[in-house]
């Protein structure tokens, strides 16, 4: 992910001085070698031997990088009316990179969502990632082995953490591969314009910008999809550039996805050629050596993996929608009523005389495929007429695109109608799964939504509470079942009650409906009673 790796542009830009470059070139003017030479040049950064026994001062064989990096997540604020609140608290990191190793370790101190840090510390090179401590708010993955716990990454991850690396190396790595550079059109940027050029890397291929009056690189670019946003342009700004012993290297880099702003990241102080503990890129013995190799480029789902790993809400598993050797299930609850589980996120099916409506779109347009297909074999005949989401956080409704395509309607709350409609809309070319062509179609509730096909009627009411803006609750009278996500978790003890469960048995009491189980959007199924039992006693 890009927080864990800027630390690793510093030494991979600067090392190719402790070796002298093999790899030298000359570039033509006016081309784009020229350019990247030129920020190569920029940096301080040169080919030239001076002899055996001859090291320069700006040599760099080992560098620790202390920092703090601020993050935000478009896809989980408060209201789609500001994407920026609230902001993801800050991290803290030491970054130990070896060049000689190729191994780089981040420790690290993370903020979790309920206070807290999860403090954890990651390995990993092209060979493989380890991960020591628990780094997600989730249980452990199933791999996970011993106490304090340890596990390997998942190819997925690995993939995702090797190319955000190579954006990080982008100048050394142009200027070892002048090959794979090719002219591109200049580039715009919070109004200022920058030459560009296209490199294709062993990881992902980059848009880089250069700054015209210093040569130094300036924006990093890749073409990434998000589930909410579409194609986006995700860019890595360098700036405060300051030479540390003859180097230039940035102390400020900024990463956004179409301009909205996911992270801040300052450098604090570079420590250049200590010594490191020869066990510093050792994992655990239990894992040591069963690490995968890194999933195939275009296979990962960069967005998904570099934002919630940081937020804390990955799970690091090569099947992406459960744990390792799990698998998504669907289970009669009620009759005709189904609900999807086996993963991190579920999804309940509704089906009417006539037709399905699903409730959620967790993950992805992949998982939404799946979970289409059960739905198919489970109802034949019946097609999917509405998708109810709940709210408009990422999670649950990533995988939206697949219902449209089926002919779904989108049903969401008050004041999220024009972000839908734009998000269905977007541009979706970088999008990892084939999703069949639609016109998007929205429905806005204000109030109440209800439908009735063949005498089963199916309602959704908005919810006032503290976790999401336009909230909207489902709910099947005749099977006196609601649908709730995030708010209550059904089906697991209720040790106290908390704001965003209040808010659901005050909301019942406004809407005069009588739920006596609810499906979660989380969780599984639960008896309504027991949340109005603990929030009767808080």
Do not use: C
């Not at 940027?189 to 880089?208: L, S, W």
């Not at 970088?430 to 439908?451: F, H, L, M, Q, R």
């Amino acid at each position: 992910m890009p927080k864990t790796n800027a630390k690793a542009f510093v030494a991979m830009t600067a090392i190719a001085v402790a070796f002298g470059s093999a790899l030298a070139w000359a570039a033509p003017a006016n081309t784009p070698q020229a350019r990247a030479l030129a920020a190569y040049e920029a940096m301080g950064l040169t080919d030239q031997y001076k002899g055996e026994g001859f090291r320069d001062p700006e040599m760099l064989v080992t560098l620790i990088t202390r920092g703090t990096i601020q993050q935000w997540e478009p896809g989980e604020s408060s209201s789609v009316a500001d994407l920026t609140k609230p902001d993801g608290g800050t991290s803290t990191f030491v970054h130990s990179w070896d060049h000689a190793r190729a191994q780089t370790r981040i420790e690290w101190k993370r903020p979790r969502p309920a206070g807290g840090t999860r403090d954890f510390t990651e390995i990993f090179s092209a060979e493989g990632g380890y991960v020591m401590g628990n780094d997600s708010n989730f249980p452990p993955v199933k791999r996970t082995v011993g106490m304090p716990p340890a596990h390997t990454m998942s190819g997925l991850r690995l993939r995702v953490e090797l190319r955000e690396q190579e954006r990080l190396a982008i100048v050394l790595g142009m200027h070892e591969n002048p090959e794979r550079i090719v002219e591109y059109p200049d580039q715009t940027v919070g109004g200022k314009r920058y030459p560009a050029v296209q490199y294709r890397g062993d990881h992902g291929t980059f848009i880089v910008m250069f700054d015209p009056a210093t040569k130094l690189p300036a924006v990093v670019r890749t073409r990434d999809f998000d589930h909410l946003m579409g194609d986006a342009d995700y860019d890595m700004t360098l700036s405060d550039w300051r030479t540390v012993e003859g180097i230039k290297l940035p102390f400020h880099m900024v990463y956004t996805l179409n301009g909205f702003k996911v992270y801040d990241e300052t450098v604090a102080s570079y420590d250049m050629n200590p010594s490191l503990a020869v066990d510093a890129f050792r994992a655990p013995v239990a894992i040591r050596g069963k690490a995968v190799t890194p999933a195939p480029i275009g296979k990962a789902p960069y967005q998904w993996i570099i934002r919630r790993l940081a937020s804390g809400f990955y799970l690091d598993s090569d099947a992406l929608y459960t744990d390792d050797g799990n698998a998504l299930t669907m289970t009669e609850i009620a009759p005709n009523i189904s609900q999807v589980t086996g993963g991190t996120h579920n999804t309940l099916i509704v089906a009417t005389n006539t037709y399905l409506v699903a409730f959620e779109a967790p993950g992805d347009d992949g998982q939404s495929q799946a979970i289409i297909a059960m739905a198919k074999q489970k109802y034949p005949g019946k097609p999917f007429r509405y998708l109810v989401l709940t709210h408009h956080h990422v999670d649950h409704t990533g995988g939206m695109r697949a219902y449209a395509a089926e002919g779904a309607t989108v049903v969401v709350g008050k004041g999220d109608g024009a972000f839908f409609r734009k998000a269905l809309a977007a541009p979706r070319g970088t999008n990892g799964y084939n999703v069949g062509a639609y016109t998007p179609k929205v429905i806005e509730v204000d109030g109440k939504w209800s439908v009735n096909d063949g005498g089963r009627e199916i309602d959704a009411f908005v919810l006032d509470n503290p976790h999401a803006q336009g909230y909207l609750i489902p709910y099947v009278p005749d099977a006196k079942l609601g649908f709730v996500t995030d708010l209550w978790n059904p089906g697991a003890p209720i040790a106290m009650a908390n704001p965003n469960m209040i808010a659901l048995v005050n909301g019942v009491q406004k809407m005069g409906i009588q739920p006596e189980r609810f499906a979660g959007g989380h969780g599984s199924v639960g008896n309504y009673a027991d949340v109005v039992r603990a929030v009767g006693t808080r």
